[in-house]
Antibody, heavy 118, light 112 residues
Framework: EVQLVESGGGLVQPGGSLRLSCAASGFIFSSYWMHWVRQAPGEGLVWISRINTDGSSTDYAGSVKGRFTISRDNAKNTLYLQMDSLRAEDTAVYYC???????????WGQGTLVTVSS | DIVMTQTPLSSPVTLGQPASISCRSSQSLVHSDGNTYLSWLQQRPGQPPRLLIYKNSNRFSGVPDRFSGSGAGTDFTLKISRVEPEDVGVYYCMQATQFPITFGQGTKLQIK
């Protein structure tokens, strides 16, 4: 069974940092591009970042570029999102998602809540 | 970025009756490879999104056949043939034809 389990969310002050993890199981993690998508409270879904299968290629939304870093450890079947210089507007549930070649996300984690507030 | 616009934003429906959600993209979603990378997602209250339809009209594994996707170019529709209580939630269209991936703003399906 495919599972994606996020962790690492919590309350952080503006300007602070957090590192999110997404533990994958039930599939060959190293064969899939992985993405992060976030959802602010009561709002819709917003794509944040993606990483290719071996971690050599990454992309970011403009709103987080230069502040967030996506990475992966295929030996540990884990995806990461390092979030620095956090702002109030980064408050959201962060989901990791597995991307298929058919251009969609077939599995999502349950999400981890990040709250940026003083 | 491609803008995805859904209508309506809220849809009260009667159990057992059909429901329809529209999604319009600001550019054609036909990829150079001939595929249309338009998906529909369902998000039940308190849950993560769940894939219903991919590549415009393909039902994902385990999705009931009362859900169907159709459309072409820039106009797409998700139809539920007979709404069940478990269909309550927010529905999103999503395009992956052009980077970055973008989502519609969501349509809230409620029971009358």
């Amino acid at each position: 069974e495919v599972q994606l389990v996020e962790s690492g969310g919590g309350l952080v002050q503006p300007g602070g940092s957090l590192r999110l993890s997404c533990a994958a199981s039930g599939f060959i993690f190293s064969s899939y591009w992985m993405h992060w998508v976030r959802q602010a409270p009561g709002e819709g879904l917003v794509w944040i970042s993606r990483i290719n299968t071996d971690g050599s290629s990454t992309d970011y939304a403009g709103s987080v570029k230069g502040r967030f870093t996506i990475s992966r450890d295929n030996a540990k079947n884990t995806l990461y999102l390092q979030m620095d210089s956090l702002r109030a507007e980064d408050t959201a549930v962060y989901y990791c998602a597995r991307r298929l070649a058919s251009g969609t996300y077939d599995y999502w984690g349950q999400g981890t809540l990040v709250t940026v507030s003083s | 970025d491609i803008v995805m616009t859904q209508t309506p934003l809220s849809s009260p429906v009667t159990l057992g009756q059909p429901a329809s959600i529209s999604c319009r993209s600001s550019q054609s979603l036909v990829h150079s490879d001939g595929n249309t990378y338009l998906s529909w997602l369902q998000q039940r209250p308190g849950q993560p999104p769940r894939l219903l339809i991919y590549k415009n009209s393909n039902r994902f594994s385990g999705v009931p056949d009362r859900f169907s996707g159709s459309g072409a170019g820039t106009d797409f529709t998700l139809k539920i043939s007979r709404v069940e209580p478990e269909d309550v939630g927010v529905y999103y269209c999503m395009q992956a034809t052009q980077f970055p991936i973008t989502f519609g703003q969501g349509t809230k399906l409620q029971i009358k």
